[in-house]
């Protein structure tokens, strides 16, 4: 294949000189999407269980840590508005949420803003979704060595420190 056919990451690395540790960051962006192929299959397990999918579970944890208007809840997923609507209807409609209406909102005086809530079963199905999701990857880590849970257990709290940086360097 020819450099003109890929994806341009050689190209946009050009006129930048790579550090000594180039090799060690293509590893752990690789590490990255395999964690991300283990977040999907904890889902999938979620979803087949309670019968929840993935950005319902999503919302229901961000509105029981809090989040609880649209604006907010769209912004921690990453969905339009009306698409968080759609999902806080499906929600409500399941007996997971409920929304009251509180009025004006806070930055017009016209509309009204609305105030989501987990009902009993909305908490409960977090709770049996977090159980499902922790009971898997500890069944999981029992394939590992002591060893190895001691060395993954060492680069997790560097990631961790990583990732509490408020800004990351940018390239």
Do not use: K, N
């Amino acid at each position: 294949m020819s450099e003109q056919a890929g994806s341009g990451v050689l190209e946009a690395l050009r006129g930048h000189e790579p550090t000594d540790r180039l090799l060690f960051s293509v590893e752990l962006l690789d590490r990255i999407e395999e964690a991300r192929s283990i977040d999907q299959r904890l889902d999938r397990a979620v979803e087949e269980a309670l019968e929840v999918t993935p950005s319902e579970r999503r919302a229901l944890v961000l509105i029981r840590g809090g989040v609880t208007d649209i604006e907010d809840l769209s912004r921690e997923l990453g969905l339009l508005e009306q698409a968080t609507r759609v999902l806080i209807d499906a929600l409500r409609e399941r007996g997971f949420v409920i929304v009251t209406e509180t009025g004006l909102s806070a930055d017009s005086e016209t509309e009204a803003s609305a105030v989501i809530a987990l009902t009993e079963r909305g908490a409960a199905t977090v709770d049996r979704s977090e159980a499902i999701r922790y009971r898997t990857a500890d069944l999981v880590s029992t394939r590992l060595s002591d060893e190895q849970v001691e060395t993954l257990s060492a680069s997790m709290s560097q990631v961790a420190d990583i990732s509490s940086a408020r800004q990351l360097p940018r390239a």
